[in-house]
């Protein structure tokens, strides 16, 4: 009888048990749904998953070339000891939003847009300026530079601006045009050089 009463109460509880786990995790699947569900259409669901599948297909192999790209940088970054300072961070962001205000636009605005969220935004400034600073020696741009510059382009300076703002917006030009040269053939370099294993195929 003793047994018989051990297995009863075994029995009870361990259903309560599994009860109680089907309910935990229940109530946790809907607190946390949406790292399961991305949307519900007339009651049928799309998984996250899903989603994330469709992106694949269509962005993948751009998405894991960033991805390898931002690795090989971090870590050319930290071989050289360069830093960023947050200062530098936020006063590119302060520029970048009174950029967008003149134009009528919002920082919020063009991150939502971009799908982008602030932290996105910090970090690739903070990457920007390191391979800036990487790359200063190839990218600076002279005074002779940017005569020649106009003088190429006809030499004529527009009477809305005058010869210092105008000479300054041409260097500006010429550096951004170098940087992004310049910057691109240094990735190629890093990307040359790594060892870059894919183990997925888009």
């Given at each position: 009888m003793d047994i018989a009463k051990k297995i009863v109460g075994y029995l009870k509880t361990k259903t309560a048990v599994v009860v109680l786990a089907v309910l935990l995790f229940g109530g946790l699947g809907y607190y946390y749904k949406n790292l399961l569900v991305a949307a519900s259409?007339?009651?049928?669901?799309?998984?996250?998953?899903?989603?994330?599948?469709?992106?694949?297909?269509?962005?993948?192999?751009?998405?894991?070339?960033?991805?390898?790209?931002?690795?090989?940088?971090?870590?050319?970054?930290?071989?050289?000891?360069?830093?960023?300072?947050?200062?530098?961070?936020?006063?590119?962001i302060k520029n970048i939003e009174e950029q967008l205000k003149s134009q009528g636009g919002t920082l919020e605005g063009a991150l939502k847009?971009?799908?982008?969220?602030?932290?996105?935004?910090?970090?690739?400034?903070?990457?920007?300026?390191?391979?800036q600073q990487m790359l200063a020696d190839k990218v600076a741009v002279t005074d002779t530079d940017v005569d020649a510059y106009i003088k190429q382009m006809g030499g004529d300076i527009p009477?809305?601006?005058?010869?210092?703002?105008?000479?300054?917006q041409i260097k500006a030009q010429l550096e951004n045009q170098k940087f992004s040269t310049e910057a691109q053939a240094f990735?190629?370099?890093?990307?040359?050089?790594?060892?870059?294993?894919?183990?997925?195929?888009y």
């Open positions: 259409v007339n009651g049928s669901f799309i998984s996250r998953w899903s989603v994330i599948s469709e992106m694949e297909k269509t962005a993948g192999k751009n998405a894991l070339d960033s991805l390898i790209t931002k690795k090989l940088i971090e870590k050319e970054v930290a071989s050289k000891n360069i830093t960023v300072s947050q200062a530098d961070v936020e006063a590119q847009e971009r799908g982008m969220s602030m932290a996105d935004l910090k970090e690739q400034i903070t990457i920007n300026k390191s391979l009477s809305s601006v005058s010869e210092a703002e105008f000479k300054s990735i190629d370099s890093l990307r040359a050089q790594a060892n870059i294993k894919y183990f997925v195929s």
